[in-house]
C-alpha cells in the first residue's frame, strides 16, 4: 500500500474542453408576469458569476451576509439583462440600463403596466420604475434602498411596494450619510445560560459580540418611505428603525409595521429577536401595537412561538387584519385540544381583538378569497403528516369546511395550489369566478409529472380539468393572458425541447410560440433518459430517472459503470413513498453541478434514485441505515439483472443530506468503488436537536444519532470517499468541519479520502471557478476508481484546496 499524506492549495482545475459548454451554458430567464396578463417581464442571469463576486468582503450577522458597501444581502447571483415582452405579438425589448447592471425582479403596479425594480450601484442599491408599454425606465434620484431586512423585490420582501392605488411606492430607504462602524475589541467573550432550554438549530452567522450587535443595528436600520414613481419625491413616514414589512391596507388608510428592537440575541437569527407589529395611519401616525414580543429562543422544537403570528390584512375588507396565535405555547408534543386560534381586528383599532375559532391542528396560513372575510385555511396534523384545506368565513366560522384532506406525503393526490391574482384595487386574492377557484399542480402519475390547470368548484367540489401537460412534456401555467380566461401562457418543455413561453388557448383552440431559446448545449443533447421503477423487495416501489450515453444501447455496446445520486426522503407509509415523482418528461438540461453530466465520460447515471424511509414519524430514523441501505442495493440489483450496469463498478453521489446518505452507504455496505459526498453533516452530535425531519433530542436517542453518524463508522469506510465542502458553508448543521472530521477520521483509519474546501462558497457552488473545479474533481475521481485500470482502493488520502483570491 502506498500512504499519501498532504495537504495543499492548487490552481482552479477545468474539466475536458468538451465539457465547458455545459458550465457556460446560460439557464433560461426569470419570468414574472405582470397583473392582468398583457406583459412580462423576463431576468437573464449568467451562469454562474465570477469567483471575485462571492470573494467580496461580507459581515456574517444575526445569521445575515450583509454587503456593507451595498447595504444589502451579499449577491450571489449575476442578473445580466431585463427585458419586458408583450404578450399579444411576442415582440420583446431590453430597456435601457448601465452596462453591466445587476438589476433585480420587477415588482408590478396593479395596473399590469408599471413596475418597479432595484439596481445595484458601487455605494448602495437604486430604485428604478418603468413602463412596459413603452420600454422606458428611470431610476429614481437620490434613493438608496436597504435591503437587509425586507429583501430583495424578488423574494417578494418588505423593501419595496407599491401601494394599492398604485400612486406611490412603499419603500424601506438607507438613512442618509455613510454610517462607520464599530470595530470588534481583541478581548474575552462570555456566554452564560442558566435554567433556559434553548432546543434550536445549530445556526451560524450569528451575533458573537457587542461591536456585532450595533454593526447590525446601522446595516439594518432603515427609513420608511412614500415614494413618488415619477418624480422621486419621498415622505418619510416614520423614524429610522429596524423594519421588515410595510405594507397598506386594502382601502390605503392606514399601514401595517414589523420592526426588530432590541434585545438582540446571540443564540437565534434576526427573524427570532424581540419585535413589535404596528398598526399607523397613512401619513405615519401610530395607532395600534399589535404585538411585542420578546426574544424567541426557547421555542420548542419544531414549534412555533407565542404570541401573534402570521398577522396580515384582510383583503378583501377596507381595514382590518388577522393572525393566529398558539392555544400550546407553540408546543407540538404538548397535549391541547385545540393548538391555534385566529383572532381579527378591524380599524380603528381601538378595541379588543376578536377571537373567531380554534383550530386543531397548527395553522400553517391562508389564502384571501375574493369574497369578502372568505378564506382557504391551510391546517397541519403533525401527528398524522397530514394536511386539511378549509374554506372559512371569518364572519361565520361554524360554517368552515374541509376542501381537501390528504397526506402531506401523498403526491398524486395533490391537488394544486390557488392561481392568486392581483386586482386593479391592488388587493391581492385567490382567481375566482364566484365559488370556482383555478389551481395548478405538478401533476405526478406513475407514468411522471404532467402539469395542469383545474377549475374547482368550492361549493359542489368538482374540479374541471382546462389543461394538462400532453403526454411526454412539461406545461407549467403561469397565468391567463385577459380577464377572458381563454388562453394561458405555458412555460413548455420536453425531453428534446428546450424551455420555451408559448400562449395556448383552452380547450384546444391553438397555440404559438413567443420564444425561441436555443437549446443551450445541442452537441450534448443525445443523452437519452427513462423512467426507471422497480420494488425495493418488500412491496415498496423504488424509480429513478436512468440516464444513459449518446447512443449506448446495453444490448449491443454492453453493460456501463453507474452513478447513483440521491437525497432520502421520510415517509408516514409505504403506499405514499412509492409513488413516482420523477420529471420524466422535462428537458435533459445537463449542469455541471448534475449527475447527468457523468453521460459523457461513459457512464450510466440513476439521478433522483428514491431513497425512502418509511415508518412512524416520531421513531423512523431507527431503521434509517436498514433502508437506506436496502434501497441502494435494490437499486442496483435491478439495473443489474436489467442488464444495464456492471454491478463491480458502482458510484454513489449526493448532496447535503445525500452526501450523508452516501457516507452512511459506503461504512455499512460493500456495494459500491467509489462515493462522492458535497457539503454533508456526518457525525450527528453536532446537531444534538434534530437533523433533517428527526424530532428527538441527541439525550432522547442517543443510539439513533450514534448508529446514523457515518463519523462514528469511519473505519468501516473502506471505499474511496471524494469530499467537498464550501469553506462558507452557511447552512445549519452543514459546518465545514464536517467534511474536516470525517477526512481525518478516514485518513487516521488508513482508508482512502480526498478533501476538497472552496473558498468563498456556501452550501451549494457558485462561481465558474468552482464548479469547474468540482466537475473536473468529480470526473477525475470516477476515472481514478471506476475506469478502465482503476486503482486499488488502499492508494491513500489526499487534502486538496484550489487557490482563489481571499
Known amino acids: 500500500m502506498i500512504a499519501v499524506v498532504r495537504r495543499i492549495s492548487v490552481p482552479y482545475a477545468t474539466p475536458p474542453a468538451d465539457l465547458i459548454p455545459v458550465v457556460d451554458a446560460p439557464p433560461p430567464p426569470s419570468v414574472s408576469m405582470a397583473p392582468g396578463g398583457r406583459y412580462l417581464a423576463l431576468l437573464h442571469y449568467a451562469a454562474h458569476p465570477e469567483i471575485a463576486m462571492l470573494a467580496r468582503p461580507y459581515l456574517p450577522l444575526a445569521g445575515l451576509r450583509i454587503d456593507q458597501r451595498l447595504r444589502a444581502r451579499r449577491r450571489l447571483r449575476r442578473a445580466g439583462r431585463l427585458s419586458l415582452m408583450r404578450v399579444a405579438d411576442g415582440h420583446e425589448y431590453f430597456p435601457g440600463l448601465p452596462e453591466g447592471a445587476h438589476a433585480g425582479f420587477p415588482v408590478w403596479a396593479a ?45 417578494g420582501g418588505g423593501t419595496v411596494r407599491w401601494s394599492r392605488d398604485g400612486r406611490s411606492l412603499l419603500v424601506l430607504a438607507c438613512p442618509p450619510g455613510s454610517p462607520v462602524l464599530p470595530e470588534p475589541a481583541a478581548e474575552p467573550q462570555l456566554e452564560e445560560t442558566e435554567g433556559k432550554r434553548s432546543q434550536l438549530a445549530t445556526y451560524q452567522d450569528l451575533l458573537r459580540t457587542s461591536a456585532d450587535e450595533d454593526r447590525f443595528e446601522i446595516l439594518a436600520t432603515s427609513v420608511p418611505c412614500r415614494v413618488d414613481p415619477a418624480s422621486g419625491e419621498r415622505t418619510e413616514l416614520g423614524p429610522p428603525g429596524l423594519y421588515y414589512t410595510l405594507h397598506d391596507s386594502p382601502d390605503g388608510t392606514q399601514l401595517l409595521l414589523q420592526r426588530l428592537r432590541r434585545p438582540f440575541s446571540f443564540r437565534v437569527p434576526w427573524v427570532w429577536f424581540a419585535r413589535c407589529t404596528e398598526v399607523w395611519d397613512g401619513d405615519g ?57 385566529v383572532f381579527q381586528l378591524s380599524g380603528p383599532f381601538d378595541q379588543a381583538p376578536q377571537q373567531l375559532f380554534d383550530v386543531r391542528h397548527r395553522c400553517l396560513g391562508w389564502y384571501d378569497l375574493d369574497a369578502p372575510g372568505q378564506v382557504l385555511m391551510i391546517e397541519h396534523d403533525r401527528d398524522r403528516r397530514w394536511v386539511t384545506t378549509w374554506w372559512c368565513d371569518l364572519n361565520a366560522p361554524r360554517e368552515s369546511r374541509a376542501v381537501f384532506d390528504r397526506s402531506v406525503d401523498d403526491a398524486y393526490g395533490d391537488p394544486g395550489s390557488p392561481l392568486r391574482a392581483t386586482n386593479p384595487d391592488g388587493s391581492q386574492t385567490v382567481l375566482a369566478d364566484g365559488t370556482a377557484i383555478y389551481l395548478r399542480g405538478d401533476g405526478a402519475t406513475p407514468a411522471g409529472k404532467r402539469p395542469f390547470l ?64 436555443p437549446d443551450p448545449h445541442p ?43 440521491a437525497y432520502p426522503y421520510d415517509f408516514g407509509g409505504a403506499d405514499t413513498a412509492g409513488q413516482i415523482r420523477a420529471d420524466s418528461f422535462e428537458f435533459t438540461r445537463v449542469t455541471a453541478l448534475g449527475p447527468v453530466v457523468f453521460t459523457l465520460r461513459g457512464y450510466a447515471v440513476l ?40 454491478p463491480a463498478r458502482v458510484a454513489v453521489g449526493g448532496h447535503s ?150
Not at 431610476?139 to 425586507?150: A, H, K, R, T
Not at 374541471?464 to 377572458?484: D, I, K, M, N
Not at 418488500?538 to 450515453?549: A, I, K, Q, R
Not at 431503521?623 to 435491478?638: C, D, F, M, P, S
Open 111 to 155: 395596473d399590469g403596466r408599471r413596475f418597479a425594480f432595484t439596481v445595484d450601484r458601487p455605494d448602495g442599491v437604486g430604485l428604478w420604475t418603468g413602463d412596459a408599454e413603452t420600454g422606458e425606465v428611470a431610476e429614481l434620484p437620490g434613493l438608496s434602498i436597504c435591503d437587509v431586512l425586507g429583501g430583495e423585490p424578488a423574494s
Open 285 to 341: 401616525r401610530p395607532r395600534a401595537v399589535i404585538a411585542d414580543q420578546p426574544v424567541s429562543d426557547e421555542v420548542p422544537r419544531q414549534g412555533v412561538p407565542v404570541g401573534p403570528r402570521l398577522v396580515g390584512w384582510e383583503e378583501r375588507a377596507p381595514a382590518s387584519l388577522a393572525w393566529v396565535e398558539a392555544l400550546d405555547g407553540g408546543d407540538p408534543v404538548a397535549p391541547a385540544e385545540f393548538r391555534d386560534r
Open 454 to 517: 383545474d377549475r374547482f368548484d368550492l361549493a359542489t367540489g368538482t374540479a374541471t380539468r382546462l389543461h394538462e401537460s400532453p403526454q411526454g412534456t412539461v406545461e407549467h401555467v403561469l397565468g391567463f393572458t385577459s380577464a377572458s380566461r381563454d388562453e394561458v401562457v405555458l412555460w413548455h418543455e420536453s425531453p428534446a425541447e428546450p424551455p420555451n413561453l408559448v400562449v395556448a388557448g383552452l380547450g384546444g383552440s391553438g397555440s404559438r410560440p413567443l420564444t425561441r431559446w
Open 523 to 565: 452537441q450534448l443533447s443525445r443523452v437519452t433518459k427513462r423512467l426507471f421503477a422497480h420494488d425495493r423487495g418488500d412491496g415498496v416501489t423504488l424509480s429513478g430517472m436512468l440516464y444513459l450515453p449518446p447512443g449506448h444501447d446495453p444490448a449491443v455496446h454492453g453493460r456501463l459503470p453507474l452513478v447513483i445520486w
Open 607 to 646: 439521478a433522483d434514485a428514491t431513497m425512502p424511509v418509511i415508518g412512524d414519524p416520531e421513531t423512523m430514523n431507527d431503521t434509517y441505515l436498514e433502508q437506506v441501505t436496502g434501497a441502494a442495493l435494490a437499486h442496483i440489483r435491478a439495473l443489474d439483472e436489467a442488464g444495464i450496469i456492471d
Open 657 to 806: 443530506y445525500g452526501a450523508f446518505m452516501t457516507a452512511n452507504l459506503l461504512a455499512h455496505t460493500t456495494a459500491f468503488a467509489a462515493g462522492i459526498a458535497r457539503s454533508g453533516a456526518y457525525n450527528r452530535t453536532l446537531t444534538p436537536f434534530g437533523f433533517q425531519t428527526e424530532r428527538r433530542s441527541y439525550w432522547e436517542a442517543p443510539s439513533v444519532y450514534d448508529q446514523v453518524s457515518p463519523f462514528r463508522f469511519a473505519d468501516r469506510i473502506a471505499a474511496p470517499l471524494l469530499l467537498i465542502h464550501g469553506e462558507q458553508d452557511g447552512n445549519s448543521g452543514t459546518f465545514p468541519i464536517q467534511s474536516e472530521r470525517l477526512f481525518q477520521a478516514i485518513r487516521g483509519n488508513g482508508g482512502t479520502a480526498r478533501l476538497v474546501m472552496l473558498p468563498h462558497e456556501g452550501h451549494g457552488y457558485l462561481a465558474r471557478e468552482s464548479v469547474m473545479h468540482v466537475l473536473a474533481e468529480q470526473i477525475e475521481w470516477l476515472q481514478r476508481w471506476l475506469g478502465p485500470g482503476a486503482q486499488s482502493s488502499a492508494a491513500g488520502e489526499l487534502v486538496s484546496a484550489p487557490s482563489a483570491p481571499r
